[in-house]
């Protein structure tokens, strides 16, 4: 294991925690369903229908809330990659004028992360909310209304292998932070009289110990990735930083003609594309 996850990265972890934790909590929800949903997503270009899945009941509910408020009603896609992914649900691109920077709109609040990993995953077609980087959202909260829709690329072996090892070191990188925050005043304390052999003392044995943790459980490609990554396709280098709460049952043409569409700044379509409604598939 290469040691760039030195102590630093704790401090980063833990001053962003901090920040993070005066963020808004989700509103109490109207929606208390069970189990899986679908949703009709009406588009200036086509219609979408998405499951939401039970396994992620806060997402889902809060989806269901939103969709039964009219919340997405005339939304832009105001983010759009070519085999990556379309995203939406910012508020502030309703009517958005040209040029204007969308992105950081939300119902204010954000959603406690919900990753049911391995078992969803980024593959083509995956639902996922979109969020704040890291280094200020340490815990992963979810965006209380914007998602993407993955399309991605297909991988062959050699490219899936070499992913596999970027999620190796996420998971360390993931395990060492955890284990840092235990020991935040010491490490503070060693800050402050300026105790660098100290430091680095702690930091290896942190290192020994993430190095145990992960071997009890290494991250790997399921079987059920690798066939859908190298068939389908999808973003398994997002898998497990994100929330994936649903997918698409039909429409993916739809997807396709929204993530092939031209952008201009900041990959907002050329020519605004936009959810005209939602409703619930009773």
């Not at 760039?4 to 001053?15: E, K, Q, T």
């Not at 005043?185 to 702690?202: H, T, W």
């Not at 039909?250 to 050329?270: F, L, N, W, Y």
């Amino acid at each position: 294991m290469k040691k760039v996850i030195f102590i630093v990265m704790a401090l980063v972890l833990m001053s962003s925690t901090l920040v993070a934790k005066e963020n808004k909590k989700m509103e109490n929800q109207t929606v208390q369903a069970t189990g899986d949903a679908m949703v009709d997503i009406k588009t200036s270009v086509g219609d979408i229908r998405i499951r939401l899945y039970g396994e992620t009941p806060k997402h889902r509910d809060n989806f269901l809330k939103l969709v039964e408020e009219g919340f997405y009603n005339d939304v832009l896609f105001h983010r759009v990659i070519n085999q990556f992914m379309i995203q939406t649900g910012d508020p502030n691109s309703k009517g958005a004028p040209a040029g204007k920077a969308l992105g950081s709109g939300d119902p204010g609040y954000e959603l406690d992360a919900e990753i049911v990993y391995p078992r969803l995953f980024h593959k083509r077609g995956a639902l996922a909310a979109a969020r704040t980087g890291d280094e200020v959202n340490p815990m992963r909260r979810s965006s209380g209304s914007q998602f993407y829709i993955v399309t991605g690329k297909v991988y062959n072996a050699g490219q899936l292998g070499q992913m596999e090892k970027q999620l190796q070191m996420q998971q360390m990188q993931s395990i060492f932070n955890g284990l840092a925050t235990q020991y935040r005043d010491s490490i503070m304390n060693m800050r402050r009289n300026r105790d660098q052999a100290g430091l680095q003392a702690l930091q290896e044995e942190l290192v020994k110990k993430t190095e145990a943790e992960a071997a009890k459980n290494p991250a790997k490609f399921t079987p059920e990735q690798i066939e859908a990554y190298s068939t389908v396709g999808g973003t398994p280098h997002l898998d497990g930083t994100y929330t994936v709460f649903g997918e698409v049952v039909s429409g993916m043409d739809v997807v396709s003609k929204i993530e092939t569409t031209p952008t201009g700044a900041m990959d907002r379509p050329k020519e605004d594309i936009k959810i005209i409604s939602m409703a619930i598939v009773k």
